[in-house]
């Protein structure tokens, strides 16, 4: 019989999954992007996040975020965030046009967290969706209704694409 600790494998690393997606990339990339539907998922997920992010904006959410990130010892964005990305989901940034290179993370941050927020274009859920208490309070409700509103179409349409994805690379 195993040890339990034999028994487990360890995660790959952050740099690991992001070599794992630029591997993904280079073999199945173009058909992928080819693919009616899948094309049609990453311009309506485009859209969806386009519309979170103005929200946000327009709420002062991006700013707030912001000042926590600066001045108040850290955001929400913290170390370790980076782990529940999986390959499939860098893999769709990619086709997203988004760069994974060359990135110079915080060590009190998320990997992905940059001067002018995330990198990514494609969000894991927890990013999209989390709304931190003062934030909630600062809020009026139709603002939250409505912020919910859009992240929730992001959200949906970033699973179906994301399920899309994986089913397409497995077979």
């Known amino acids: 019989m195993r040890k339990q600790s034999e028994s487990r494998t360890t995660s790959p690393t952050i740099q690991e999954k992001i070599e794992q997606a630029h591997n993904l990339f280079e073999t199945c990339g173009d058909s992928l ?65 988004a760069s994974l290179r060359n990135m110079q993370p915080s060590q009190n941050s998320c990997y992905f967290l940059g001067e002018k927020g995330c990198k990514l274009t494609a969000r894991h859920v927890l990013c999209v969706n989390y709304m931190c208490q003062k934030l909630q309070k600062k809020l009026a409700r139709e603002q939250l209704i409505s912020l919910q509103t859009c992240a929730g179409e992001e959200l949906d349409t970033l699973f179906i694409l994301h399920e899309a994805i994986k089913k397409k690379i497995r077979t």
């Open 33 to 97: 992007r080819q693919n009616p539907s899948i094309r049609t998922l990453l311009n309506k997920l485009q859209e969806c996040i386009e519309n979170t992010k103005d929200s946000m904006f327009k709420l002062g959410v991006v700013a707030e975020c912001k000042h926590c990130e600066e001045q108040e010892g850290g955001s929400c964005c913290g170390t370790g965030i980076e782990n529940k990305y999986d390959v499939e989901l860098l893999l769709l940034n990619l086709l997203l046009e």
